[in-house]
């Protein structure tokens, strides 16, 4: 789940003031480049040196299954399962989680006169696992996955693909929303099986940054999230995940 | 006087496409199978070797083992490896799995055997100079694979 906002007068202090209030439940971090496009401002020459150096924080709790993200402009939190014996954990548990972390970032930037972020997306993405072997052998066996798409198969010349990405996008009837759907071919580095990822955002402009919007936004998303995932995949993968 | 600089994003030679942006928001340990582009090709051959009988080679070589294949495919997954050409993957008698890189006067094998050892052996072509040793993490793979790279 994540919020894209008006970029904030956030600056490097504010990462560690803000991580000194979280750090009892995310008490490891990392510094990443930030996503999208930002200006990097500096002036090593003149007296009062001015350096804008825009990063992206991630604070990881103790278990390593979720993730804050924070950028000036960015605020996003990520659960993954831990190992496959670990409980799911739905959208039900987890939106408490991050409207709870939410609330955290908001009354930091109202304390540290950032102002309240002002939101211009919500999103909401699931990702899930296709192991080959399991429903799939091949790339020409997509369209078992995923009965909209065909084999890609040529006609006489060309076999079957070695690899076949699909990026698709489909309208949400309000809110300029969208929703996303990524299939990659890839491999998985724990344990270095490959894998179809796919993965299905659903994103919408809210409107307003009241928390009651926002949430409502959140979850107009995830409906839209697990209809398409429904929607997009077959009834053949539907059993298989069933049985698991 | 300032100056401001508008960067795609720090360490990418240009901006990233709109699913890139997508993929670096997520929190999945995974690595795309479409680079580099020989990636797919050299993941099913490694497969491949798994369908190996004993005696493969007429002198009694032992059938690969699954251990040493899936060694393998996650040592690849964990790389930096965009800029190596297409390693050369061989069974080796024992039923341990071998990759090989030339890359200018530069030999390097990697051997990753069933029960987990992971060795190298560097060597120049036309020299006699030799260099073995053990691979105890994924850094002593990537130090190998930066001195056949020329780094």
């Known amino acids: 789940m994540a919020f894209a906002f008006v970029p904030l007068k956030w600056s490097v202090p504010h990462f560690g003031a803000f991580w000194s209030e979280v750090r009892a439940d995310y008490p490891r971090f990392e510094v990443h480049a930030p996503i999208g496009e930002f200006n990097f401002e500096f002036n090593g020459m003149g007296p009062e040196a001015i350096v804008n150096l825009p990063v992206r924080c991630w604070l990881i709790n103790d278990e390593s299954n979720r993730l804050i993200q924070i950028q000036s402009n960015f605020f996003c939190h990520n659960w993954r399962r831990p190992n496959p014996a670990a409980p799911y954990l739905h959208y039900g548990g987890l939106k408490p989680v991050f409207e709870k972390e939410w609330r955290r970032l908001c009354d930091f930037a109202v304390r540290h006169e950032l102002g309240l972020p002002n939101v211009l997306s919500c999103e909401v993405s699931y990702i899930n696992h296709l192991d080959r072997g399991v429903g799939w052998e091949n790339f020409s066996d997509l369209s078992t996955v995923f009965p909209s798409v065909g084999s890609f198969q040529g006609r006489d010349f060309l076999g079957r693909p070695e690899t076949v990405i699909i990026n698709g996008s489909y309208v949400m009837p309000s809110n300029e929303g969208r929703l996303r759907v990524q299939v990659q071919p890839a491999i998985r580095q724990k344990d270095g099986k490959e894998i179809i990822q796919l993965t299905i955002t659903g994103s919408c402009r809210p409107g307003s940054s009241d928390s009651s919007e926002l949430m409502r936004c959140l979850d107009f998303c995830r409906e839209w999230v697990v209809r398409g995932f429904d929607d997009f995949t077959s009834h053949e993968m539907h059993k298989i995940w069933r049985k698991k | ?151």
């Open chain 2, 1 to 151: 006087m300032a100056h401001a600089l508008r960067l795609p994003n720090f360490g990418m030679g240009r901006p990233l496409r709109r699913e890139e942006e997508y993929n670096r928001r997520q929190w999945s340990e995974v690595r795309g199978l479409q680079t580099p582009a020989w990636l797919k090709e050299v993941y099913d051959r490694i497969s491949a070797l798994a369908e190996l009988e004993e005696n493969w080679d007429s002198h009694g070589g032992l059938p690969v083992a699954s251990g040493a294949i899936s060694e393998t495919r996650i040592l690849l997954s964990n790389l930096a490896i965009e800029e190596l050409p297409k390693p050369h993957v061989a069974p080796i008698p024992d039923g341990s799995v071998g990759l090989h890189w030339r890359v200018g006067g530069r030999d390097l094998e990697i051997e990753i055997e069933a029960s987990g050892p992971v060795h190298y052996l560097k060597t120049y072509v036309g020299c006699d100079s030799i260099e073995d040793g053990d691979v105890h993490s994924l850094k002593d793979a990537q130090d190998a694979l930066d001195w056949v790279l020329g780094r």
